[in-house]
């Protein structure tokens, strides 16, 4: 079975960091691609950072530029998201999600729709 599972959310104060992680099984992890996505309270789920198939592009909203980085582990089958400065309207549930290789995902943005499998989401909180 495939699953994707999201983890590391969490309640923090204004300007304090987190890791999230993303925990894959049951496909080649290191064929797919992953992006990491967001739905705010009240808002549509929108991209926040998704990478090329080949890695060779990298997109990050522009909301978390600077101060989000990704990367991935292939030998642990795992992604992460590290989210520095965090800013209350960064609160949301954070989702990964695992595309085959497709040439539509080229590092621009994050075409949600392009994504196979989505894990279960973790809740980010950030408190002023």
């Known amino acids: 079975d495939v699953q994707l599972q999201a983890s590391g959310g969490g309640l923090v104060q204004a300007g304090g960091s987190l890791r999230l992680s993303c925990a894959a099984s049951?496909?080649?992890?290191?064929?797919?691609?992953i992006g990491w996505f967001r739905q705010a309270p009240g808002k549509e789920r929108e991209g926040v950072s998704c990478?090329?198939?080949?890695?060779?592009?990298?997109y990050y909203a522009d909301s978390v530029k600077g101060r989000f980085t990704r990367s991935s582990d292939n030998a642990k089958n795992t992604a992460y998201l590290q989210m520095n400065s965090l800013k209350p309207e960064d609160t949301a549930v954070y989702y990964c999600?695992?595309?085959?290789?497709?040439?539509?995902?080229?590092?621009?943005?994050?075409?949600?729709?392009?994504?196979?499998?989505w894990g279960q989401g973790t809740l980010v909180t950030v408190s002023s």
């Open positions: 999600a695992a595309a085959r290789p497709n040439p539509w995902i080229d590092g621009s943005s994050c075409p949600m729709w392009e994504y196979d499998f």
């Open positions: 049951g496909f080649p992890f290191d064929r797919y691609t």
């Open positions: 990478i090329s198939s080949g890695s060779s592009s990298t």
